[in-house]
């Protein structure tokens, strides 16, 4: 193909343009324009979609953006029931959150879980003092509970301070077990309650007034020495104005029964209380022992009180401070145990809180020491009376004046079926002028050394001994020998009076016989004797009266004997 005859087509041209040469170009001398068509651009509907959806995905970032807030950390021992995306977190029955992740901690004693909050309820759920817990279905013997996650599932709870938040945001929490029995913004008292035991209280059982409920338990704490139990409780209002500083509380659980004269009494705050737990409180003056008056204003917030056993005990007359005392027993204290009572005259007094062995290296025996607890107060007027002239000595202005005037500690049995045995302070005749004897230091007495005495039974029991080894020391076979002898003496005596004597008296008793039938013939009624007999005693009665006529006519006529007797009268 030679290529010299063809035109040169520039790169720019359109296809098919033909330049025209340079001959024809110097022919015609300037130039033609040439005319390019331009290119156009056609639009399709099809790029509408991903605009769409780019406008579409904008939105939604935006609208998550406003609406989720910060993302927190809460803390739980275990994450059972909770999934990411569906688990929600609730303030007051209505969704603030939602849990984004969930992930076992690096110490791996527990779990993590990320809850993406929304934005409106962010402020007051991120203070410090706001509280998350897991709600579960419970069934217990108090109640159920959580019986709408058995469709919707588990859940987060918040419990949020209804104050406004002024320090700076908190994104990690420590989450509760149970749910708080107290949440914020509720209205109340708080209080503390001293106890020996928890008993069966728990946190969240409840408290009674006049059989209402008022408030529940919310924490229980061991003290620091371990020896009882701190219960802090929540008096809802307005039934916290009640509590005042002579309010008694006990412990309402179970079923209080007594046995009086009057029948079998069972008192108790229901069956919740019976199965849950329970405390009731009461004013002081609603018991009929109770004197003077009573301070009526609403206690302080915080204020501790003693949880008692039960309700006697609760409304009975304080006891104050008790006294320690010591007794010493040489003889056997079975069925005596700590606990056991302490009484004068049958009145409560006291009780025994320690019982131990100890060996006496003086007289080279042992003996059980017995530590008590008395309560001077019970003794009422009488103790006052004592420390007055004493000058507030406490135990020992009490004891020491009745020490010396007999009073001893004796053991006496309770139950003659069981064997157990308590403590009686009584006065004994002879057992008079013996000083208070205290233990410890003399400026700071630890306790006081009560004499003791032996028990009845004990005493008893050593009668029985004396009477015992005095029988031993009789000369028991020297005695039986000598009634041996005596026996067969009597013995020959009554056969010699069966073959000698006998025949005898049996001949004397057959003349005795005839004698008496001899004589019932004499006194026979149809007998001779008997007829002039009474006949005799006939004469004799006609010459008494004759006799009684003669001394009637001397009386009356003394010269009867001389001139004779007086003619009739003449009618």
């Known amino acids: 193909m030679d290529t010299e005859d063809t035109p040169a087509q520039a790169p ?52 998550v953006w406003v609406r989720n807030g910060p993302v927190i950390t809460i803390d739980f021992l275990s ?50 003092d706001s509280k998350f817990w897991i709600v579960r279905p419970q069934v217990s013997l108090a109640g159920v509970s959580g019986l709408d996650t058995l469709l919707s599932g588990v859940y987060l709870s918040v419990d949020a301070p209804t104050v406004l938040p002024t320090g700076d945001p908190v994104r990690k929490f420590q989450g509760l077990s149970n749910s708080p029995e107290v949440l914020s913004g509720q209205v109340g008292t708080r209080f503390v309650l001293h106890s020996d035991t928890l008993g069966s209280l728990r946190v969240g059982s409840r408290i009674h007034y006049r059989r209402i409920e008022v408030g529940r338990v919310v924490s229980y704490e061991m003290t620091p020495d371990g020896r009882s139990v701190n219960l802090h409780i929540f008096v809802e ?48 003056d609603e018991s009929t022992a109770y004197e003077g008056a009573v301070d009526s204003a609403p206690a302080a917030a915080g204020s501790a009180y003693r949880l008692f056993g039960t309700r006697a005990d609760a409304l009975a007359d304080p006891d104050g401070d008790p006294v320690p005392i010591e007794l010493r027993f040489d003889q056997s204290i079975r069925g005596l145990s700590v606990g056991a009572g302490v009484d004068f005259r049958g009145i409560a007094i006291g009780k025994v809180i320690d019982i131990d062995l100890e060996f006496d290296d003086e007289h080279k025996r042992f003996y059980s020491r017995v530590r008590a607890q008395l309560y001077p107060m019970r003794f ?108 067969s003496a009597l013995n020959r005596l009554l056969r010699r009076l069966d073959t000698q004597v006998a025949p005898q008296a049996s001949r004397a008793l057959s003349s005795a016989t005839t004698s008496l039938d001899r004589i019932g013939e004499v006194l026979a009624p149809d007998a ?26 001397l009386q009356a006529r003394p010269d009867a004997l001389i001139r004779g007797r007086a003619p009739d009268a003449i009618r």
């Open 237 to 284: 209002a307005p039934y916290d104005r009640y509590v005042t500083p002579d309010t008694r509380f006990w412990n309402d659980s179970g079923v209080d029964m007594s046995v009086s004269p009057e029948g079998v009494q069972v008192r108790t705050s229901g069956l919740s209380a019976i199965l849950d737990g329970g405390i009731a409180f009461a004013q002081a």
């Open 79 to 128: 994450a059972a029931g909770v999934e990411v995306g569906q688990t929600k977190l609730r303030y007051r029955d209505v969704v603030v959150g939602e849990v984004a992740d969930v992930r076992v901690a690096g110490d791996r004693q527990h779990v993590q879980v990320d809850v993406q909050l929304r934005r409106e309820g962010a402020e007051y759920i991120t203070q410090k």
């Open 12 to 63: 720019n041209d359109p296809v098919g343009a033909v330049r025209p040469n340079e001959d024809t170009r110097s022919s015609q001398g300037a130039a033609a324009p040439v005319i390019r068509p331009g290119r156009s651009l056609h639009w399709s509907w099809v790029w509408l979609v991903p605009l769409l959806a780019l406008a579409v995905g904008l939105s939604l970032l935006a609208s």
């Open 380 to 487: 009422n007027k009488a103790y006052q009376r004592l420390m007055d002239a004493a000058g507030g000595l406490g135990g020992e202005a009490l004891l020491q004046p009745l020490i010396k005037r007999g009073l001893r500690a004796q053991l006496r049995t309770a139950s003659l079926l069981t064997g157990q045995q308590y403590v009686a302070l009584d006065f004994f005749a002879g057992e008079v002028n013996k000083p208070l004897v205290m233990l410890g230091d003399p400026g700071s007495a630890t306790g006081y050394l009560v004499p003791t005495v032996q028990g009845d039974f004990d005493r008893l029991q050593g009668q029985l001994g004396n009477i015992v080894t005095k029988l031993d020391k009789l000369p028991i076979e020297t005695i039986g020998r000598d009634l041996g002898d005596s026996l």
């Open 528 to 553: 001779p004797l008997l007829g002039g007999l009474r006949d005799t005693l006939g004469e004799l009665d006609r010459a008494a009266r004759a006799l009684r006529l003669l001394a009637d006519t």
